[in-house]
């Protein structure tokens, strides 16, 4: 193929999930489907800002090195499980916002996505709450939520969907 490849950011859950099966099966079918998928680590669940961070530059590093890795920066987009999906969301509803904004490695280099994907993922904190960062004209949203899940419960995403509804975010909600 002579285009670039669109891009993906896979950011794993909490709990040891590192490295976890699904995250790999995901990852796999993304790449035999055209995509230049990887799969990040970021550190404890207390950590929840340098965490953000690391995930955005993530994003800036792809985008970076777009030409070594044959991706087309414009078409980068994150996912993630559980604590994944949730940093996922804050990557995607960040931008701009200098306190969210890596000051290195890559300064000047950007970190806006075109999508994101929420598997499951819980909206965090008082302070770092997703709804409180949803804007007009973020990237689309698909949410994934089983609806017997008893780590993160159903009640995340059903708030996601509204706030995202609310403010008039392309979104769909399975």
């Not at 794993?12 to 799969?39: M, W």
């Not at 995607?92 to 994907?117: H, K, L, M, N, R």
Request: aromatic share 10%; hydrophobic share 35%; glycine share 12%.
């Amino acid at each position: 193929q002579d285009r670039p490849f669109p891009a993906v950011v896979w950011i794993h859950g909490n709990k040891g999930d590192k490295g976890e099966k699904r995250g790999h099966q995901i990852c796999e079918l993304l790449a035999t489907n055209g995509y230049v998928c990887v799969s990040i680590n970021h550190g404890s669940d207390h950590e929840f800002k340098t965490n953000i961070l690391d995930c955005k530059n993530a994003v800036s590093f792809l985008r970076a090195h777009a030409a070594d890795y044959h991706i087309d920066p414009a078409h980068i987009a994150v996912c993630g499980g559980s604590a994944g999906g949730y940093y996922a969301l804050m990557v995607g509803f960040t931008d701009g916002i200098p306190e969210f904004e890596p000051a290195e490695p890559y300064p000047s280099v950007s970190s806006v996505v075109c999508a994101v994907v929420d598997f499951y993922g819980p909206m965090g904190r008082p302070g770092l709450r997703v709804p409180d960062y949803v804007t007009a004209g973020g990237p689309p949203v698909l949410i994934l939520q089983g609806g017997a899940d008893d780590t993160v419960k159903p009640d995340n995403s059903i708030e996601l969907d509204r706030v995202l509804a609310a403010k008039g975010v392309a979104h769909y909600f399975i």
